[in-house]
């Protein structure tokens, strides 16, 4: 069974900073693996979105890496900015399946 | 820009009340899912259907859930009958077939049950 974890839960940075978001998965089999920004009582927005074959996305001041044998990825945001708090959250498709399993979510809070 | 809709935004309702949310997926998707959002549990998927069959439902609890597409441009969710614990955010997201796209989400359906 997939599980996926996101760590730290919560996050606090000063405006102009870059900064990395961690994503872990048990099971490498995966189909692909998005990050998705959720604002407070709105629904979730893709950011980007990594194929299985591919090691990063690039999407303005966003990268996003994938390390299947270590069932890792990362978010990196460069020189964040007060409108990028919210929370950002990992999902993945595992290999067979249709259903996204998603991570907790980190909280990120840019302070300015 | 093209967009899931879902309504209403906001439901609130008794105990034992029914319930029925909708979705209109985007323009050409013809996958749809059903998740809820709650603090304890996170995002869980409800049910998903492709070309209007249902693929999966095993996240819904049977006796109380039901979930259909009547048509390629409409999906409901309905709750009967609705209990406290059903409290929480449903979203509804499409996509288009093959997986390997990005899932699009509506703004979801706040459910208070009282």
């Known amino acids: 069974k997939q599980e996926v974890t996101q760590i730290p839960a919560a996050l606090s940075v000063p405006e102009g900073e870059n900064l990395v978001l961690n994503c872990s998965f048990t099971?490498?089999?995966?189909?692909?693996l998005q990050w998705f920004r959720q604002d407070p009582g709105k629904g979730l927005t893709s950011l980007l979105l990594?194929?299985?074959?591919?090691r990063e996305q690039t999407s303005g001041r966003l990268n996003a890496s994938l390390d299947k044998s270590s069932g890792r990825s990362t978010l990196y945001i460069a020189a964040s900015q007060p409108g990028d708090s919210a929370t950002y959250l990992c999902?993945?498709?595992?290999?067979?399946?249709?259903?996204?399993?998603f991570g907790q979510g980190t909280r990120l809070t840019i302070n300015p | 820009d093209a967009r899931v809709t879902q309504t209403p935004r906001h439901k609130v309702t008794e105990m034992g009340q029914e319930v029925t949310m909708r979705c209109q997926p985007i323009?050409?998707?013809?996958?749809v899912f059903w998740y809820r959002q709650t603090m304890m549990q996170g995002l869980e998927l409800l049910a998903y259907f492709r070309n209007r069959a249902p693929l999966d439902d095993s996240g819904m609890p049977k006796d109380r859930f039901s979930a259909e597409m009547p048509d390629a441009t409409l999906a409901t969710l309905k709750i009967q009958p609705s209990e406290p614990r059903d409290s929480a955010v449903y979203f509804c997201?499409?996509?288009?077939?093959?997986?390997?796209?990005?899932?699009?989400f509506g703004s979801g359906t706040q459910l208070s049950v009282l």
């Open positions: 990594i194929q299985s074959s591919q």
């Open positions: 999902a993945v498709r595992s290999q067979g399946a249709q259903k996204l399993v």
């Open positions: 997201a499409s996509a288009l077939s093959g997986g390997r796209e990005k899932l699009f």
């Open positions: 323009l050409g998707h013809n996958t």
């Open positions: 099971d490498s089999a995966i189909y692909n």
